[in-house]
C-alpha cells in the first residue's frame, strides 16, 4: 500500500468546528477517520480551527486541547498542529512550551483570518517565532498577507515554513519563486489548486520534489479527488513517494 500522509486536514469533536460546507456530510471523528482511511490516507497533520471572535487565550487553548484529546484517541494516526495568537504573546509561548512538552512538534495550520488577526510579520510574531525557533519545531500556515510571509520566512531561515494551497497561477507561481529563493520554505497542495491539471508537474520541473506536499483540506475538500489528481500527473515513482509521505516525514521528523 502506498503510504499517503495529508499534511492538511482539520479535525473535530465539536461540530462548530466542522469546516465541511455540506451539513451532514461529515458528523463524527469516526466519519472523519473512515473517509480518511478509504481514500487511502495513512497519516493526517492539522489543526482544529473555528471562525472564533477571540475575547482571550483559552479560546485558543480550546482548539489545541482538542487536537491533543484527539491525538490520544487516534493513536498516532493523527499528528496534531496547533495555534498561537499575536495578540497574546506570552500566553502564545507559554502555550508552545507546554504543547512541546507534550510532543507536539507542528505549528497549524494558522489561519488569521479566522481568528481576528491578519499579519505573519509583526513585533508580536516575532517574539513568537523566536519562540518556535527555540522549540524547533515547525509552522504550517494559510497563504494570505503574502508579503509578511516571505518577511518571516526570510527573518527566520531555521524554521520551516509550510504555506498552504496553490491557488491559482499567479499565486502558484509566486510559491515557487519563494521555494527557489528559500532553503526553508515548503508548499502543501491542499485547496485551491490542484484541478489544474499540468500545476504539480510543473512544479517538480521547476524546483524538484522535495519542496511539495501533499494535502488535501478535508473535509472542506474531497481527499480522494486530491489524491487522483496527484497520481494522474506524470511524474517519477520517486517524486510521488516525496510528496505523499517523504517531505512530511523529513519535515516533521517521523518515523
Ligand atoms: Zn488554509
Known amino acids: 500500500m502506498r503510504e499517503i500522509i495529508d499534511f492538511h486536514i482539520h479535525p473535530f469533536y465539536n461540530k ?3 469546516v465541511c460546507f455540506y451539513n451532514n456530510t461529515v458528523n463524527s471523528l469516526d466519519d472523519f477517520v473512515s473517509d480518511l482511511k478509504r481514500a487511502g490516507v495513512t497519516r493526517i497533520c492539522g489543526s ?9 487565550f483559552d479560546d485558543i487553548k480550546s482548539l489545541n486541547d482538542e487536537a491533543l484529546l484527539m491525538r490520544d484517541e487516534l493513536n498516532g494516526y493523527y499528528i496534531p498542529g496547533i495555534h498561537i495568537h499575536p495578540a497574546f504573546v506570552k500566553e502564545s509561548i507559554a502555550e508552545l512550551e507546554r504543547m512541546k512538552n507534550a510532543g507536539v512538534t507542528l505549528v497549524g ?4 483570518y479566522f481568528m481576528g488577526w491578519e499579519n505573519y510579520y509583526d513585533d508580536n510574531m516575532v517574539q513568537i517565532y523566536s519562540a518556535i525557533n ?3 519545531m515547525v509552522v504550517s500556515l494559510h497563504t494570505q498577507q503574502e508579503d509578511t510571509i516571505e518577511q518571516a520566512v526570510r527573518a527566520f ?3 520551516t515554513f509550510v ?3 496553490p491557488g491559482d497561477k499567479a499565486s502558484f507561481l509566486r510559491h515557487l519563486e519563494r521555494i527557489k529563493k528559500y532553503k526553508n520554505y515548503y508548499l502543501d497542495l491542499s485547496g485551491t489548486g490542484i484541478f489544474r491539471y499540468g500545476l504539480i508537474a510543473h512544479g517538480v520541473n521547476e524546483v524538484g520534489s522535495e519542496r511539495l506536499v501533499y494535502g488535501s483540506d478535508y473535509p472542506i475538500c474531497n481527499p480522494q479527488m486530491y489524491i487522483s489528481a496527484v497520481l494522474f500527473e506524470k511524474l517519477k515513482e520517486e517524486d510521488y513517494n516525496n510528496i505523499f509521505a517523504g517531505n512530511a516525514k523529513r519535515i ?3 518515523e
Open 16 to 18: 462548530n468546528r466542522n
Open 134 to 136: 527555540e522549540l524547533k
Open 252 to 254: 516533521l521528523c517521523l
Open 163 to 165: 504555506a498552504a494551497h
Open 109 to 112: 495550520e494558522l489561519v488569521p
Open 157 to 159: 531561515p531555521q524554521i
Open 48 to 56: 482544529v480551527i473555528e471562525r472564533i471572535e477571540v475575547k482571550s
